[in-house]
């Protein structure tokens, strides 16, 4: 099957073929190439929701909350669960997967858990590669649940329109939340676990936080809401403040911005991941030993290398 | 200064041309090029060891009181306090200054924090190359302090020779550690924090974790070490252990398939950031632009901006 008809079956619908079209596009190489060109034309309409927080605060349980809020309001939900530390096994491990199971046979949700393994550019490139495959099937949202607060996690949060940033009463200080940065990537803050003694003190605190944060007039200004995701109770106001973040990137023109900024990355991406290809020819192995026995230095290197590929 | 001379002055112990090295590095360009190409014959000998795990396990202290445990056997000792989770505003905050004052004033310690902004490739890379300044500034052991277990710090650690994982009591059950995916890039794993309740329990689970893990004859076997980091309890042990773990990866020939891999990924890095550099030309606004309107798609683009480079 080629490109075309692999999209043209993936938005028709055919699960079979979107669960092809992402294990294509996270493989990478030329046929991944060939289907994001092919798809690239359908994308752009869906609302991307990331969910990240530190390990524990009970991340795939809410995704699993909202994904049912959301498709009671008559949308449909596609879940990219990240894993991003198995660059040496690869795979997810089998709870998510069970927390996920009351989705299970909905036709109008799509789960994928990802690994890293095999693609040159990282997960976060693959990642954004199986948002566009979800886009272009035609999910009205796609959920992508990251572990963690590192760089990952932060350009993951990137290809995002809306993030939400999962805290749990308890963990850790005022300080460490500062110091893992989510005050400058949370859209929309989440204290799970709500029913947990010390949440109105975190709540508290991340109010404190925000207030404390350089804020421009007509910037937005994240919400701090509780939510119990075992009970699914709190889901329909986080629903309600994705859209409203949404409907405000829109207005304030930062949505056509944000596009923007993709478009560049998702080129400068494309120009990375073509250099390597180009360049690993016969005299790469050769300059890899060079520069092991510091003979050569990495730059010196790659300038020859591109010397090679003609004038520029 | 031009950069032969900047090498000379650090090489020479001038901590201020460490410092003017390290900014260079960061910022990244063809400056930072130009001085990592000077400074590459003189690297390769120091003892690389990250640590690394999640906010609160009170990593900051530990690295302090690892240094000075390192220090009083006579090694000089780097510190790069990576804080990756700051791409907009940049900077670590001054917590991890305060913990690490106790090192201040001792010649033979040299402590820089790193933000990720401004540079190309992200803050690996810029870790990356932090780290081979001090390393051709003579340092015996750097230091590289990551917080969480995210695909960034996953690549940080592969600039490492030996990966501390500090873990400590009650954080996390061990489903969660499996998920967090430390198994795979620990070398040795230390319990922090060891006179609070639960530590026996946690040491058992990585014990039992590490004894489910596949191992071949000849592996290195992670350790699982304990410490209370505010009392320097522990750092001896666990200095010897990163020590004997080191003799074991030049003993193995790792540490030479090591510095191969680590050569390929200077070289990959290096072609990745020239090839932006040269195709951010006159035409490159122009594919931004057409992308965000769908009417190209990115790996069309970069194609077409190869080719305007010249035959391949």
Redesign the interface.
């Known amino acids: 099957m080629n490109s075309q008809e692999l999209i043209a079956r993936l938005r028709g619908g055919e699960r079979r073929a979107l669960a092809r079209a992402i294990t294509i596009v996270e493989t990478g190489g030329p046929a991944a ?2 289907l ?2 092919a798809a ?2 359908y ?2 309409s869906t609302h991307v929701v990331g969910i990240t927080g ?3 605060a009970g991340k795939s349980t809410l995704v699993t909350a909202l994904a049912q809020e959301w498709r009671s309001r008559g949308a449909t939900v596609g879940i990219v669960a990240v ?7 690869g795979g ?2 089998l ?1 998510d997967r069970i927390r996920m199971q009351a989705l299970g046979g909905d036709p109008g949700v799509f789960i994928r858990s990802m690994a ?1 393994r095999g693609r040159l550019g ?3 490139r693959a990642t954004a590669d199986a948002v566009a495959m979800l886009d272009a099937a035609g999910f009205a949202v796609v959920l992508i649940e ?10 993951i949060a990137r290809t995002a329109h809306t993030t939400l940033v999962v805290e749990v009463p308890g ?3 005022d ?8 005050l ?1 990537i949370a859209d929309v803050f989440v204290v799970n676990k709500a029913d947990r003694e010390g949440a109105d003190n975190t709540v508290r605190q991340l109010r404190a936080m925000l207030h404390l944060a350089d804020h421009k007039p007509g910037d937005w200004e994240p919400p701090v809401l509780t939510a119990i995701a075992t009970a699914a109770t709190g889901s329909p106001a986080i629903v309600d403040a994705a859209t409203r973040h949404m409907a405000h990137l829109r207005d304030s023109g930062q949505a ?1 911005e944000r ?2 900024q ?3 990355r ?11 290809e ?2 690993r020819g016969p005299a ?1 192995e050769q ?3 060079r ?2 026995a ?1 003979e ?8 020859e ?2 010397g090679e ?4």
Chains 1, 2 share one sequence.
């Open positions: 190439r060939e994001l060109a690239y034309p994308t752009g530190p390990p524990g894993d991003p530390t198995s660059p040496f096994t997810a491990v709870g890293s990282g997960l976060a990251t572990v963690g607060a590192g760089q990952g996690e932060v350009d963990m850790g200080d300080v460490q939340s500062i110091k893992a940065g989510v400058e056509a596009t923007r993709a478009a560049e998702e080129l400068a991406a494309a120009v990375q991941e073509l250099a390597l180009r360049l790469w300059f890899v030993a520069i092991a510091r050569r230095d990495p730059y010196g290197s790659a300038e290398l591109f590929l003609g004038p520029t």
